[in-house]
């Protein structure tokens, strides 16, 4: 049973950096593909960050040059490093995976999501 557990979320100010952590378990082998999605309140669920099992990444343009993501293999963790934080990054995140490639990263296309963990941002 594929588990994924988030870490690292918290209170930032504006410009502030955050570095979230999604540990996972229960994988059959390492071709799954991993992302970080979010959801504010009031909003969709909306693709932040992917990154396949070959290591190629794709970021939404929201975040793109403020956001990174990586995986360590090795440790089974995937990381969402934030920096340049602004208030509209607020929402919940969640850690994501799927079997096979992102071909559109959207919620429908997950096959096991984490739990979450909050973000905040005040201005």
């Known amino acids: 049973q594929v588990q994924l557990v988030e870490s690292g979320g918290g209170s930032v100010q504006a410009g502030g950096s955050l570095k979230l952590s999604c540990t996972a378990s229960g994988f059959r082998d390492r071709l799954y593909s991993m992302a970080w999605f979010r959801q504010a309140p009031g909003k969709d669920r909306e693709g932040v960050a992917a990154i396949e099992s070959d290591g190629d990444t794709g970021y939404a343009d929201s975040v793109q040059g403020r956001f990174t993501i990586s995986r360590s293999n090795a440790k089974n963790t995937l990381y969402l490093e934030m920096n340049s934080l602004k208030p509209e990054d607020t929402a919940m995140y969640y850690c994501?995976?799927?079997?096979?490639?992102?071909?559109?990263?959207?919620?429908?296309?997950?096959?096991?999501w984490g739990q979450g963990t909050q973000v905040t941002v005040s201005s």
């Open positions: 994501a995976a799927r079997a096979g490639r992102w071909l559109l990263l959207r919620p429908e296309a997950v096959n096991h």
